[in-house]
């Protein structure tokens, strides 16, 4: 049997001629060779990895946990808890681990440390909470959940300051309305009789001032009456003839007086300054 073929036109191209049946067969076999070489080989099978037990970790003593909580080291923190250590154990100063986890702003940790067990109200040597080590550093987030767990809010250190006092210190606002919204007495006086309003005065926290004065701290509330002291602002001195230098006593003030006394010792440094020979310009 003859097979009848047309006769094929030839096919001028700059890459090939083809002139009969045979030479696009070549051509047709050539690309598929092209396309082959393309394709990527399939990846070989990754063997599976088995995971490697984790090294067992050494017993962690007290001096360790108190350091793996102020750098957060939770691998630490967890075998010490799971071999039964104590969450509220202190060092001599009395810093527990939640001390330490408020100060540095570890919120993950302190609530780990709230659930095995750490006491929210754990006091220092100076008495202060975890909420005063919070304010401290202004760690909002950490001061709510503290508050949230049930913590003191007008807690008092040994000199009888709050977590207020200390917010309006250390210029954290956002703490101290968050305190003020969680019921602590705004006009609270420490020791030496000093509202958180004297220590705004006293520390140049301008808009703590304007806060405290929004929320109704009081203007008139005078502190301690003090020998030698901080708290008149500005005080003199005597001597007795033939004895030693007698102790200056300040009147109490208030915050308003302050302010002044502030703002008149301000004014006679300056006053000095320019009178003074050595330092005309």
Known sequence: MVLFLPQLERF???????????????????????????????????????????????????EVFLKAAAENQEALIDKYLADGGDPNAHDKLHRTALHWACLKGHCELVNKLLEAGAAVDTRDLLDRTPVFWACRRGHLDILKQLLNWGAQVNARDKIWSTPLHVAVRTGHCDCLEHLIACGARIDAQDKEGDTALHEAVRHGRYRAMKLLLLYGAGLGVRNAVSAGGRLGGVGGSGTRLGTEPAPSFQASVTPVQLARDWQRGIQEALQAHVRHTRTRC
């Open 12 to 62: 001028n191209s700059s890459r090939t001629n083809l002139e009969n049946l045979a030479d696009l067969e070549k051509l047709v076999q050539r690309r598929k060779e092209k396309r082959l070489k393309r394709r990527v080989p399939p990846k070989a099978p990754q063997p599976e990895v088995k995971p490697q037990p984790q090294a067992q970790l050494e017993p962690v003593g007290l």
